[in-house]
């Protein structure tokens, strides 16, 4: 039996701001706990938010990335519930009217663009954190994250696979980490989603019943949870038994999803307007102001890549996936003058490194300058391609510069011509019956004669000089 899978996701984005929504407490991760909270965060009587401007400029941002409604006023409201992490009782967030409305972003899954629509994206602080394995038996709490400013991105139903769901989330962090309002540094919880999952049967007309799966935090584990979750539903259903709407929690270590909760609805949270903030007004001018001092996208990126430094599409878009990779990229083309050999080290060697590892170009000890480094070393033929892998190798592990690692370990590369002279000269000698070979039209074995010299001199001579000296010796 076939099944149509609908999924969509809300994305909370922590918004890089100094200061939390509405408080002056610092947002500073990684302070010890319950250091970071002032009054308004423990929500103590006689006190009163003060909206972060930052945060609202960060949301229009983003708004305006996405081709979205600005809405010149904007409201919160008070969403109640109870967890011992929420110290007031009540979540302000923006339900009725948000500040971002309506807007769009493309995604690309195998080679082919879908545009997927933002229902809406609004502003709200977040919670605590509920630390369970520090004390035995008992719970503790960490107020530091508690009033954090959050940007919740609200997509439409409209994503059909796991793939898809995984481009978007990708697409949203591309976006968030170029126009620096959020550091996408998942990990840490700066990005997290709740994946909403239904199945259907091609001819019916309504959606399935859907099954939220909270808190999310990878780009691997949304591809898992979504497949487990559908796989869940389907076995249901064939065995004629009903989808519970409810909330779901993935376990990524036994790769399933077990029930937390049934699912609330909108009136469960009893929401209502913010009693203590007046509406939010967004002046045109500054929203103009905002616009012009939008950083360059990547597909502007993509199409500089193309123009300026003669890339191909499918490179320009690889090295513009990360904001990260992009810098690493200019840097070096700069310096090194040389931006096709920059690149096809980052579109390769970095890449399988980065696949290898799983893990973000931020997260890698290779940096900028480090890398530009290398580029440059390549490019003045100090070492050959071969050890430069070798290089980057240790660069990955350890995270020492280029230069240390080559003096070090002795890498330079020979470029003496009377050494590789000498070298090609014993290599020859030493394979007779290649020679009489590669004399007789068996020209493949040059690649041969070549490895051998390369071994000889423990990948330090320079390919060029032994092409020409071999190519020489056995004419």
């Known amino acids: 039996m076939s099944w149509e899978t609908t999924i969509g996701l809300e994305i909370h984005v922590q918004l890089s701001t100094k200061t939390k929504l509405f408080s002056g407490a610092s947002t500073q991760f990684g302070s010890n706990p319950n250091t970071q909270v002032d009054y308004v965060d423990l929500g103590l009587p006689g006190v009163l938010p003060v909206p972060n401007r930052e945060a609202f400029n960060k949301a229009i941002m983003f708004g305006l990335a996405t081709n979205s409604t600005i809405n010149s006023i904007s409201f919160f409201d008070r969403k109640n519930y109870f967890y011992p992490d929420l110290p007031k009782g009540y979540q302000i967030t923006q339900m009725n009217k948000p500040i971002v409305e309506n807007g769009e972003i493309a995604i690309y899954v195998d080679n082919k663009e879908k545009i997927i629509n933002i229902t809406r994206a609004h502003l709200e602080e977040d919670a605590g954190k509920s630390v369970h394995d520090l004390f035995d038996g008992k719970t503790g709490v960490d107020l530091n994250r508690a009033g954090t400013p959050l940007l919740e991105i609200v997509s439409e139903p409209e994503i059909s696979s796991p793939e898809e769901a995984v481009a978007y989330f990708k697409a949203i962090h591309q976006l968030v980490t170029y126009l620096d309002i959020c550091d996408g540094n998942m990990s840490q919880g700066s990005m997290r989603c709740d994946v909403n999952v239904s199945i259907k049967k091609p001819e019916d007309t309504e959606?399935?019943?859907?099954?939220?799966?909270?808190?999310?935090?990878s780009f691997r584990f949304i591809d898992r949870?979504?497949?487990?979750?559908?796989?869940?539903?389907?076995k249901l259903l064939e065995k004629g038994e009903k989808i519970v709407q409810e909330t779901r929690l993935y376990d990524s270590d036994k790769n399933e999803t077990r029930s937390m909760r049934s699912k609330e609805a909108a009136n469960d949270y009893r929401y209502f307007p913010e009693p203590d903030l007046l509406p939010i007004v967004i002046d045109q001018n500054e929203i103009n102001e905002i616009k012009n001092n939008m950083p360059e996208l990547p597909k502007a990126k993509v199409s500089r890549y193309i123009d300026v430094f003669n890339l191909d599409e499918a490179d320009a878009k690889i090295i513009a996936t990360?904001?990260?990779?992009?810098?690493?990229?200019?840097?070096?083309?700069?310096?090194?003058?040389?931006?096709?050999?920059?690149?096809?080290?980052?579109?390769?060697?970095?890449?399988?490194?980065?696949?290898?590892?799983?893990?973000?170009?931020?997260?890698?000890k290779l940096e900028i300058n480090n890398f530009s480094a290398l580029i440059i070393r390549i490019n003045d033929e100090t070492i050959s391609g071969k050890i430069a892998k070798t290089v980057l190798e240790k660069i990955w592990e350890t995270g020492d510069t280029v230069d240390s690692i080559i003096e070090s370990e002795g890498l330079v590369q020979i470029k003496d011509s009377g050494l590789i002279e000498e070298i090609c000269n014993k290599v020859v000698s030493d394979n007779p019956d290649q020679v009489a070979a590669y004399r007789a039209g068996k020209d493949k074995l040059f690649g041969f004669f070549v490895g051998q010299v390369m071994k000889e001199s423990k990948g330090k001579a320079n390919p060029k000089n032994v092409n020409e000296v071999l190519k020489k010796l056995l004419s």
Request: aromatic fraction near 4%; proline fraction near 2%.
């Open 207 to 217: 959606l399935g019943t859907r099954a939220e799966l909270k808190n999310i935090n």
């Open 225 to 234: 949870a979504i497949r487990h979750e559908v796989n869940r539903q389907i």
């Open 322 to 364: 990360s904001k990260e990779m992009s810098k690493m990229f200019e840097t070096a083309a700069a310096e090194s003058m040389n931006p096709q050999l920059a690149a096809r080290w980052l579109i390769g060697e970095v890449n399988a490194l980065l696949n290898k590892d799983n893990v973000l170009l931020s997260e890698s």
